[in-house]
């Protein structure tokens, strides 16, 4: 899977990298090919390189980034045919010294805006069609509840992995059902969608289950894997539609048990005022002579026992 790699920010990439990056400008319908030098540092970015090259060579070059720390998902593009986040890609894990060129180009299967920017309206769409929020039969329980809803450890490792997406678009750029089909849900939104129908406190999961049963739901995907693969938070995306289709096929025979949906907890139960702290562990007052507590013990009782104290005081 494409993830972070720690090691590649100790390698130092080629003194000079050459980004060969694929342009597009939407007023004259022109498409080309453009090549920046860009010298470059141990620890940098392909996005640290694209900034560098917008404020030094060329500000006309467009694309998308915000927080820089691969939690937006927003510069998401193609690193050398590879579906990657440039903020999380080191230009040593792409470059080295027998290919100094870097390739970028916007993601697939996306509508170009301009150069490196893509359009994101109908992957957002797809991700609202499966409702990605919890539904609760009791509409005002929902909207006011009275405590948290209970998930066992147990449940919350089971969902885990599928909260931790952040949207970036990377799966659906690799899926080849997706280059095929401009209708089918993708990968993000099916493994969204499976998040919810497991998740212990959603009512909603057979309304769920309905909308992956679509030509252009879970039944399109072929099982490429590339959507995991390329994944920057390590979500298997692959996985969860797997599940789905196996959650679907057990629905549609009958042999899927109904899902328990967890209760609001409990109010905690109210504290009972704390116990005096004892003497012995009280603060020592400033007119206290210190070092005369050193010098002559202390007698204090605990449970109807006398015990003689000797302080010693630590500057």
């Known amino acids: 899977m494409v993830g972070i790699n720690p090691e590649a920010a100790t390698k130092a990439p080629p003194k000079v990298v050459t ?52 939690v937006c998902g927003s510069c998401g593009m193609v690193i050398n045919g590879v579906p990657r986040l440039a903020c999380q890609t080191q230009i040593a894990e792409v470059a080295d010294e027998s290919n100094p060129v870097v390739t970028l180009e916007p993601l697939y299967n996306f509508p170009v805006i301009r150069d490196l920017l893509t359009d994101f309206t109908s992957f957002f769409e797809k991700h609202k069609k499966v409702k990605p929020y919890l539904i609760r039969n009791d509409k005002e329980e929902q909207e006011d509840p009275k405590g ?51 998740d212990p406190r959603d009512e909603a999961w057979e309304m769920r ?50 899902k328990k949906t967890s209760k609001p907890a409990p109010p905690p139960k109210e504290w009972k005022p704390r116990k005096p702290m004892p003497p012995e562990a009280q603060l020592v007052s400033p007119d206290v002579d210190l070092k005369k507590l050193e010098e002559e013990p202390v007698e204090i009782e605990v449970d109807g026992v006398k015990i003689r104290l000797r302080y010693k005081i630590y500057e």
Request: aromatic letters at 12%; one cysteine or more.
């Open 209 to 258: 289950l309905m909308i992956a049963d679509d030509e252009h739901g879970c039944h399109r995907c072929h099982y490429a894997g590339t959507c995991s693969m390329v994944c920057p938070k390590v979500v298997d995306p692959a996985q969860a539609i797997q599940r789905l289709r196996n959650l679907l096929y057990k629905y549609k025979l009958g042999l899927l048990r109904k």
């Open 148 to 198: 948290p809803y209970i998930v066992t450890p147990e449940q919350f490792e089971f969902m885990e992995e599928f909260t931790l997406c952040i949207s970036c678009g990377l799966c659906y750029a690799a899926c080849p059902v997706a280059a095929s089909d401009p209708e089918y849900l993708g990968p993000q939104a099916l493994g969204y969608l499976f998040r919810y129908v497991v």
């Open 19 to 70: 980004f060969r990056i694929r342009r597009y400008n939407p007023v004259s319908g022109r498409e080309w090919w453009q090549e920046y030098k860009v010298e470059t540092s141990r620890g940098m970015t392909v996005l640290d390189a694209l900034l560098k090259i917008k404020e030094e060579i060329d500000h006309t070059l467009v694309w998308r980034y915000s927080c820089r720390m691969g």
